[in-house]
């Protein structure tokens, strides 16, 4: 199990937690949706995951080597282009400089950007953004793939384009990919497991599977769908009060 | 069976249903094209730069305009003409200056000084400024003291410096340094806390070492700031130059634009001191117009920060 997290806890200085004894553990190649409304500490548990922030309670057990993070915005560096993005992530690792060019134009070639690379970030559309930074996460090399709403700021065609690139990215490389997002149908059609977290404090809730057939049958995948959707409203109501 | 409502689908029949709505059905090529025919329409076509010649027309215009109103004044004589000389009577006195050799080597010994004054100011703040930057209690500690170095004049140095190096170039290179310093620091930090905290984050995923972060990330994230920090790092050099020439004359101090600007001072003579202000500022000009100018443009443009500018 390359992730195993143990009555995780985290609080930031006096306030209320903003996770509580949060359970999971996530296998080799698996692809996990995590799921929630707003402010359920989804982002602070993948931070906690890929290091950035420690717990305050509880235990954790993560790859030695790190983890690879995507973000929300691509935050590619505006003063390299597109490959330069990607040398720099392999720079970091200690790749030699001759390597490095071969293996960005690969990664490149991987998200469909072969033509890009001297592009810098600000000449790239939205979509074409986060297909340079996904190449940049996979130029770290790392089993696990942390991913926090990647595709939140896309509009719709692109992203119902990018989860057929991540999937396919996904099957090609093996990576562990644990992808936060608020977005039910997203959840559905990426994840093979589903994680619903619950807000203030953030706790695993519920889990669902997501087998093959509700990849390939609309119907299933719908009613999975609002399945979730109905959990994840219940969850919402609580804090009516 | 006829009396089954059509909206209602029974679980049986939705197993036929399609796939389109989980997964669209496109192979790996499909995507590639797709991909790269949303690309195409999402980015913009690259615009071609042409010569803007109002770039170039309008401040020579300006400049005309200002000169116009300088004669304009000066011909209708209000002041005596040795107080207030005209464009030309200056521009004469520019000619007799260069052909006695004194302007080349007034504007070549201040030029000179002036851009090894900024350069190892520049060698010294910026290691200095990064290290505050990055590192909290330093910068707690000396930030206050460096923004105060920063609003004190540097001419306040010269007295102190002639009493310590004599009429030396020390003297001279002294107070470029004390006014040059503090302001290329300022710019370094500032520009560093403009850094979108989001780069920090990315470098340390990235794994970045400290130092790897500073040099690779934090120094040209920061440079539109620090680009900012050395421009009036020589604003300052060359002000606080000026000043030490203008104050400290003699000694081993070679002949720069101060010192003339001094000269016409002694010897009463106007067309000299406005030979000399007006060539103080034109050296101002051009480092900004060969040097700073297409250096920022650059940086600029190339982050995709110049759109809708008025530059």
Known sequence: MPVVLENLGKRFGDGAPVLDDVNASIGQGEFVALLGASGCGKSTLLNIMAGLEAPTSGALEVPSDGAAFMFQDAALFPWLNA????????????????????????????????????????????????????????????QLLLMDEPFAALDAITRDLLHDELERIWKETGRTIVFVTHNVREAVRLGQRVLLLSSRPGRVVREWHVSEEHRTDAGLAGQLTGEITARLREEIRRHAK | MPNKPTSLVEPAETRHITAALTRSSTGPSDLRELEAGLDSLQSDAVRKARVDWSRVLLPVAALAVLVLIWQLYVSLGFKR??????????????GTLWADGKLQEAVW????????????????????????????PLRRAFGPLISGLQVL???????AAIIWFGLTDAT????????????IINGLISGVDQIPPQYRSVGKVLGASRLQLALQIILPAALPGYLGGLKQGWAFSWRSLMAAEIIAVGGTIGFGLGSLLDQGRVLSDMTTVMAAILMILAVGILIELLFFGPIEKRLLRRRGLLAGSTR
């Open chain 1, 83 to 142: 490959r330069e993005n990607i040398e720099l992530a392999l720079k970091l690792r200690g790749v030699g400089k001759a390597e490095r060019r071969i293996k960005a134009g690969e990664l490149l070639d991987l998200v469909h950007l072969g033509g890009a690379g001297d592009k810098r970030p600000h000449e790239l559309s939205g979509g074409m953004r986060q297909r340079v930074a996904l190449a940049r996460s996979l130029a770290q090399d790392r």
């Open chain 2, 81 to 94: 003409q040795d107080l207030v000389p005209g464009p030309l009577d200056v521009l004469g006195q520019l």
């Open chain 2, 109 to 136: 010994t201040s030029l000179q000084r002036g851009l090894v004054g900024f350069l190892i100011s520049v060698a010294i703040a910026t290691p200095v400024g990064l290290l505050l930057a990055q590192v909290a």
């Open chain 2, 153 to 159: 004049p540097s001419v306040a140095w010269v007295p």
């Open chain 2, 172 to 183: 001279v290179y002294f107070v470029v340094f004390m006014g040059a310093i503090p302001s």
